[in-house]
């Protein structure tokens, strides 16, 4: 004959008992945090003037090159429109501005995009410190609105450039919560 105390303990009451805290006191262990984005390089930011003759000083701050015509440039102001509306919506502290490749932006800037003005050699200085920074490398001709849009830091530090379309502006979103959380 089996003990009573025996009889009332339930192996698979046991064995949920012993799963469930085997889970939550390993989450702590098993928790996986993000790092922010490396910096890959130091670009000029101080060329940047923005529309309302303040330079370019921001926590974290988006770059797009807008080409001169609307059929290309009209979906790169989109692109920064929308990345402007979900960091007013996520309210974080983050300036998404509109970089003119050659002569004045060929459309409206939508609400939330700052204008900058740069002038043509701080472009292509800015351009070429950016170069080497992409993977894989690019051709010298490429045009510029063609790199993407560049998230870069308070510091000057280039960390990385992303896409104009929707998977793009979800990865900016990502990288600059990480970049935001990271210690002056």
Request: neutral net charge.
């Amino acid at each position: 004959m089996t003990p009573g105390w025996r009889k009332a303990l339930n192996p698979w009451a046991i064995a949920a008992v012993v799963g469930v805290l085997t889970i939550t006191l390993s989450r702590d262990r098993t928790r996986r945090v993000v790092e922010p984005p490396v910096r890959l390089g130091s670009v000029p930011v101080e060329a940047f003037v923005l529309d309302n003759g303040e330079s370019l000083q921001a926590r974290v701050a988006f770059l797009g090159f807008v080409p001169p015509n609307v059929e290309v440039g009209g979906p790169v102001l989109g692109a920064l429109g929308s990345l402007a509306a979900t960091f007013a919506k996520a309210e974080m502290p983050v300036t998404v501005v509109a970089v003119p490749v050659a002569g004045p932006l060929p459309a409206p800037v939508p609400s939330g995009v700052r204008a900058a003005r740069i002038d043509a050699e701080a472009t292509q200085r800015f351009q070429a410190a950016l170069r080497p920074l992409i993977l894989p490398p690019l051709p010298p001709a490429s045009e510029p609105w063609r790199l993407g849009i560049a998230l870069v830091d308070s510091s000057g530090n280039s960390r990385g450039v992303y896409r104009h379309d929707a998977d793009g502006v979800d990865e900016m979103l990502h990288r600059a919560r990480h970049v935001l959380e990271e210690p002056l």
